[in-house]
């Protein structure tokens, strides 16, 4: 048997009470598949439920006060694209079928509709949906899509892994999951840069293109590496089984070179970086491959390829420890993860232990650290004190430090504080946002055309993200907070002036003063002037 989770929600919008109670009894509608969600009396009482609940059908009347069903029809449609929309009238004309249809109404019918009429509309209905989520749910076609888009995935996960925008354990997940093969004791990483090519019409494009098949093509048979196109280069991370295996890596991309000034007469120069031992180290490897191609224009010789060791001669009192990846205990930072920002720094603390062999090496991780730590801190616009708790600049202390226990200790006593700082931060943020916004909307709810929209727009921030921030906040969704200050000031005005409803309605927001008694009589019980007249009894008794 079904449950009311396996049936459609189905949106019943009509005024006329008698015409929605009619509906509801005319269809076994669960035998068909759907589950009355709701029902409404106008369009924008429909389109705020849809706002709140997911509603997969919306059966709506043309002719409504306040919102008609084709206004509503467009509205769900824009916003909510997965519902379908039948639209039913007593008006038989041509214009309101052809603007159902342009509005992309899945049906339009005619009064009086016969219960076989609507059931066999809605039949078709479901056979749409049940078809729209067996598509989704289609694993063949899933896996096929996965396929074709998997070299784009792939190709976007190595350039993270260049960029060291991922974290070691991330990244071997993930290249486990993309099927992208990167294991390997050592590696070392290389740009190839085209100069100019002897043609002036060539596309420096598309040669690079060939230029990646040369590399492919050659190093297939030679050396285990994966190749990537990287803004107008080409990457490329050789695997190596042994640190000197770097000298084949120079000698093929001589050769590389040297193919393609003959074959493409592009003029090329390779530079590589050191050998690093894991994945983080990759993009330590890859920015110095960046380094030592700035010095091409100024090195003589016959040499295509220029190698970072040769040019900068002592980078190992750095490179084993600015290979560490940071990414861990920042993120565990900014997410205010207890538990993951002591891992990390424990992490920390155990590769100076492995790899910090002189105090260059020691003090250039500890820097790099904490400079990650106040770059988080100008972010949030924190003086340095907030971040370290301490008026002099933290790297000054680093050497005073007995031994790398004490140094884990203040290192977690900065995360704890800094984590406090960006919690309380983040909180006042979004006080902040909730605050701009109801200030705002006590500016402007007397606008009729004031919308969630436009105040995002306002903020400069994003929809989504107002309306759960707001919410929280303010208790109430932006729609009815805005009907609430809109009613607090008609009650008000109710109050102290003898100004017209009609009047009293415009001043507040609403240019429909029957959907403003609507609205006020759904929030109070009364109508305004009831409301006004009970204030006067009141008064005089």
Known sequence: ?????????????????????????????????????????????????????????????????????????????????????????GFDEFEYARDALHFEAEEYLLKPISAKDLAEVFRKIKLSLDEEIAERRDMDRLKEYYQKSLPSMQEQLFISILEGRISNERARNLLRIYELELESPYYAAAIIRAGSCASEDSSLQLLNLSLKGIVQDYLKDKMNCCCVHYLDMLAIVFLLEAPDGIADAMYHLE???????????????????????????????????????????IIEGDSHVIYINDIEPHPQDYAALTEYNYQDILRAVRLGDRNGTSDAIRQFIAALRRHANTPTQYQLACVELLTEFTKIGRAYQLDIRDIFGMDRVPWQVIDQFSSLDELERWLLAICTNLRRTLRHERKDSTMRLAEKAREYIED??????????????????????????????????????????????????????????????????????????????????????????????????
């Open 444 to 541: 402007h709810y007397s606008e009729s055309d004031l919308s969630a929209d436009t105040l995002c727009r306002h903020l400069n921030v994003s929809a989504a993200y107002f309306s759960t921030v707001f919410k929280r906040e303010a208790g109430l969704g932006f729609s009815a907070y805005l009907t609430k200050i809109r009613l607090e000031h008609a009650v008000q005005l109710l109050a102290s002036t003898e100004e017209k409803t009609y009047i009293i309605a415009e001043k507040v927001g609403y240019l429909e003063p029957n959907y403003f008694s609507y609205v006020f009589k759904k929030e109070y019980g009364i109508s305004p002037s009831k409301y006004r007249a009970s204030l006067k009894k009141e008064a005089n008794e």
């Open 255 to 297: 050769q590389i070179c040297k193919m393609a000034d003959r074959i493409l007469g592009l003029k090329t120069a390779a530079a590589l970086g050191q050998v690093v031992t894991d994945l983080a180290g990759i993009s330590v490897s890859f920015h110095e491959a960046g380094s030592a191609m700035e010095y091409r224009a």
């Open 1 to 89: 048997m079904e449950t009311k989770n396996d049936l459609y929600r189905l949106l019943l919008v009509d005024d006329e009470a008698d015409v929605l109670q009619v509906m509801k009894r005319k269809i076994d509608w669960e035998a068909l598949g759907f589950y009355m969600a709701g029902t409404a009396e106008n369009g924008q009482d429909a389109l705020e439920i849809a706002e709140q609940m997911h509603i997969d059908v919306v059966l709506t009347d043309i002719k409504m006060p306040f919102m008609d069903g084709l206004t509503l029809c467009r509205r769900l449609k824009e916003n909510y694209r997965n519902i379908k929309v039948v639209i039913y009238s």
